[in-house]
C-alpha cells in the first residue's frame, strides 16, 4: 500500500462523514423552517384577531362617545327644569 493509495482511503472517510453531517444538518434545518412557518401562520392570526379587536373597539367608541353626550345633555337639560 503506498500513499497514494492511504490518501484516497482518508479522502474517501472524510467525504462520508461530511455527507452524513450534510444530511442531518439539511433535515434539521427543514425541521426548523417548518417550525419558524407554523410560528409565523400563528402570529399572524394573533395579529389579525387583535386588529379585529381594534376595530370593535374603535366601532364602540363612537357610540359610547355619541352616549355620553347625550347623557350630558340629558343631565343638563333635568338641571334646568328643576331650577
Do not use: P
Amino acid at each position: 500500500m503506498d500513499a497514494f493509495e492511504i490518501l484516497v482511503i482518508i479522502l474517501s472517510v472524510l467525504l462520508a462523514i461530511l455527507l452524513v453531517l450534510s444530511i442531518c444538518i439539511a433535515v434539521l434545518t427543514l425541521k426548523l423552517v417548518k417550525s419558524l412557518r407554523e410560528v409565523a401562520t400563528k402570529g399572524g392570526a394573533i395579529v389579525d384577531r387583535v386588529e379585529e379587536i381594534g376595530e370593535t373597539f374603535a366601532k364602540n367608541a363612537g357610540a359610547v362617545g355619541l352616549l355620553r353626550m347625550v347623557m350630558k345633555f340629558v343631565t343638563t337639560a333635568s338641571k334646568h327644569r328643576r331650577r
